[in-house]
């Protein structure tokens, strides 16, 4: 009917096949962009999480007095679902959130979507500066969080000088970031 009408059908595209399209290399600046609105996106999940184990723990998830005290089991739980806003995003079609009004998608090296391997892999180098925050309780929180802070502007930072653009996660998982 469409077709009679002289309405051109256009096939449905699959992520695979959308994903191999992008050539373009993706800029630093719009991949830190993307991982700020990222963030108010974790902020926001972090959140609802948090509510939901108050709600949960009726109140007690984290209790004060000469000390404040945290469940054991919060911190590795938020831990879980960061990761798995990015592990769920990556693996299907490639972009969180914050990638898609600046239209970049995470491809593998040869433009198919990521495996969860890469998935994972680019995930835990790209979080490995956080551990220098065990650095805090002997130089302070300032300190540690500085070079964390140090040690992302590393870890991105490579990506200005690969022809590329890939950062030390997209080397270390071989994977690209590309413009649609």
Known sequence: MRTMLG????????PMTHATTSTAVCPLWRRLI?????MVAILAIVMVVGLLCQLATQGQLITGGAQVHIAWWYQPLQALVVAAYFLVSWRRGG???????????????????LTLKQAWLRLLVAALPLLLLLLAPRFGLRVAGWTVVAAWIVWF???LFDPRRRSIPD??????????
């Open 95 to 113: 972009q969180t959130l914050g990638m898609r009004p600046w239209r970049i998608r995470l491809i593998a090296r040869n433009g198919s979507l």
């Open 171 to 180: 080397l270390a998982a071989g994977t690209e970031i590309r413009r649609d």
């Open 34 to 38: 993307a991982l700020l609105y990222d």
């Open 157 to 159: 930072g490579v990506a």
């Open 7 to 14: 309405i051109a059908q256009t096939p449905c595209k699959h």
